[in-house]
């Protein structure tokens, strides 16, 4: 069974960090592409960053400087690292791990950034 589960998110003042995590299980986790998404209230689920399996990552353009990606294959984990962040980075983040036409999600965490 395929799990991806999320964790480290919560409450942070703007211009604060965090970093949150994602460990998947079920799967060979080196192969697949990672990708973390939020959806904000109202709005339509959005990508934030992705990496590949071999390491090349890429960026919405309202989070690069701000955002890292990063995968431990040893700890079949992917990472955001959120800095600086925003009142409008406000939202449920969820990850994704795609291997040709398999997806597969986490259930999401809430990152509120609010003072």
């Known amino acids: 069974q395929v799990q991806l589960v999320e964790s480290g998110g919560g409450l942070v003042q703007p211009g604060g960090s965090l970093r949150i995590s994602c460990v998947v299980s079920g799967l060979i986790f080196s192969i697949y592409d990672m990708g973390w998404y939020r959806q904000a209230p109202g709005k339509q689920r959005e990508l934030v960053a992705s990496i590949t399996r071999g390491g090349t990552t890429n960026y919405a353009d309202s989070v690069k400087g701000r955002f890292t990606i990063s995968r431990d294959n040893a700890k079949n984990t992917v990472y955001l690292q959120l800095n600086n962040l925003k009142p409008e980075d406000t939202a449920v983040y969820s990850c994704?791990?795609?291997?040709?036409?398999?997806?597969?999600w986490g259930q999401g965490i809430q990152v509120t950034v609010s003072s």
């Open positions: 994704k791990a795609q291997w040709y036409n398999e997806n597969y």
